[in-house]
């Protein structure tokens, strides 16, 4: 499988690029960078410090948009940290060539159908890249986007998930194209939540990887900590990349789903038309994961990161 990441990193955008670096058959082509979790010139650092982590240092990583597309930059360093990756992200430097937009296109356009594209932070980089080339839905094999909440609250509003309460019309737009896509909410993102047990097990490994990721994560898991009174976090990103490569782990919903862009109260809400998956139902159909094998993704995703 052949895959262009859209990232953030990000602390659990970290732990998604390990996962998927220790797959047999995956090979990570090119990395965009997105502001998100911290401005985009850190997040392409980040990128590049966890790439070479995982001894992928020959992955490109292209720095990607600087803010969202009708709205004011925002940033999550009260989650993930000032550096964006619990103090881990170090003094790296990505050299500025091609956008991020404009590689996905590039790559997408000379390999049509070959990649599969994996969406972890803000989808700016994703609607910049469509307006560049409409014809994307169909030079992509497939996508999997790490956003939204349809049947449950949202996290950084009462109605907004993070990844599109930064730049929900990029959401909007990127929801309707016409991909072929499957959207990873906090419906399931939530619901995997690892324990104290599966932390320890972690910290427990003298793997390098692990160190590294325990390391980084000791910043998410306080604020975790803190915020549900319970020691934990939530492996967002590593589900959206653990359900691209076996989507059986999860079962689906298939809606179409909108972005509320108006609302006083509830803009960036993800709107789908929950009444009974109706065949004439209008808009592009999306598989919107809905359950998970919870007990199977957690002993995955520590095999990856301990091996
Ligand atoms: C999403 O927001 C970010 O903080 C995480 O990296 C994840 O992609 C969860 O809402
Ligand atoms: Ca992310």
Sequence with gaps: MRLIIDTDPGIDDALALLYLAAQPGVEIAAVGSVHGNAPAPRTAANARR???????????VAVGAHRPLA?????????????????????VDVTRGESAAEQLVRLARANPGRFTLLALGP???VALALLLEPDLPDLLDAVVVMGGAIRVPGNRTAHAEANVHLDPEAADLVLGA????????????EAVRVDSAWIDALNASPAPVARFSAAA??????FYTKALGYRTFTPHDPLAAAILLDPTLATYDHLAVGVELTGTHTRGRTVADLRGNRAEGTGHRIAVARTVDTARFHSGLLAALTR
Excluded: C, I
């Design 50 to 60: 966890v790439l070479d982590e995982a001894g992928l240092r020959d992955v490109p």
């Design 71 to 91: 709205q004011p930059l925002r940033t999550s360093e009260f989650v993930h940290g000032d550096d964006g990756l619990g103090g881990e992200g170090g003094d």
């Design 123 to 125: 989808l700016t980089n």
């Design 217 to 222: 994560l000791r910043y998410y898991v306080d």
């Design 178 to 189: 016409g991909f072929r896509l499957t959207l990873v909410g906090l419906d399931v993102t």
